[in-house]
């Protein structure tokens, strides 16, 4: 194991083994960044034979898988009302086949190694008297405990709910495996509330993160927020790091950059975005 990965704070990017979201592994190893979150491969590669083919490029590479991203066909993240439509296991309609499929995506990860699995849960519903919600707590305290079957932790990724909201839901679903990837810019994004605020109300239920940027909205919460470079945005990253230092978390720093439509871009933007953090890492933890 390199030094690289066991240090505090290994940087990470956001990857993927077919097309799709993320960045493919010769992006990773290019810019020698020795851990990635993955976003869960389509289901015809979610096979033992691709699952050991991966491994094999991992080690390889030298490169650690941290967690799995669930995702799902039919998520549209175009604006705020067709996220709440369309994205995670809150719509009804697409519920029931989302849940077997995070859980097959579970049964992957388990292939993989990797002991945790994460989701954009969706927009849940405020009422926590309705019928409404508490089917997302019952369907999300299920998942939690088929994936805990798989020695795994089940992240849910901020951005659709305030802090004191997802606690509250947390709190409701009371499983011991649930935790948050916290992603600062989605606060922004999304208009959902100042993004320390939230990360110190969160705590320790923290245990992974996006490194992602982004400018408010004119009207946040009903107009998308901007999401820009690394460093470029109204999070306030080194803020963002001296938070994460408060509250002991020394896990890896994952960054997300999705602008798959221009991957050299894209790589351009994670290579700076991979600098700054080992800068601010070699600044803050000296």
Request: some cysteine.
């Amino acid at each position: 194991m390199s030094r690289a990965e066991t240090q505090p704070w290994p940087i990470g990017v956001f990857a993927s083994i077919d097309a799709g979201l993320g960045v493919h592994l010769d992006v990773a190893q290019e810019l020698n960044i020795p851990t990635i979150q993955l976003h869960a491969p389509h289901a015809s590669s979610r096979t033992p034979e691709r699952a050991k083919s991966f491994l094999g490029k991992l080690e390889q590479l030298g490169i650690r898988l941290t967690a799995v991203f669930g995702g799902f066909e039919g998520e549209s993240y175009a604006d705020i009302p067709t996220v709440e439509r369309t994205v995670g296991l809150v719509p009804s309609a697409t519920r029931a086949a989302r849940l077997k499929e995070m859980k097959e995506i579970s049964d992957f990860a388990q292939l993989l190694g990797c002991p945790v699995v994460a989701l954009h849960l969706g927009f849940v519903p405020h009422d926590r008297n309705s019928a409404a919600y508490r089917e997302i707590v019952a369907v999300t305290r299920e998942l939690c405990s088929y994936v805990a079957g798989n020695g795994q932790n089940l992240h849910l990724e901020t951005g659709q709910e305030t802090a004191e909201a997802l606690v509250a839901f947390m709190d409701d679903v009371a499983a011991p495996n649930l935790f948050v990837n916290f992603d600062p810019a989605n606060m922004i994004l999304y208009g959902t509330g100042e993004p320390m605020s939230a990360l110190r109300l969160l705590g320790n239920r923290v245990q992974s993160v996006h490194c992602k940027d982004g400018l408010w909205a004119r009207n946040p919460g009903d107009e998308w927020g901007q999401e820009v470079p690394l460093g470029q945005g109204n999070v306030g990253i080194e803020r963002y790091l001296r938070t994460l230092k408060e509250l002991g978390y020394h896990g890896p720093l994952t960054i997300e950059r999705e602008i798959p439509q221009e991957r050299e871009r894209q790589k351009q933007e994670i290579a700076g975005a991979a600098e700054l953090l080992a800068s601010l890492r070699s600044k803050l933890l000296s």
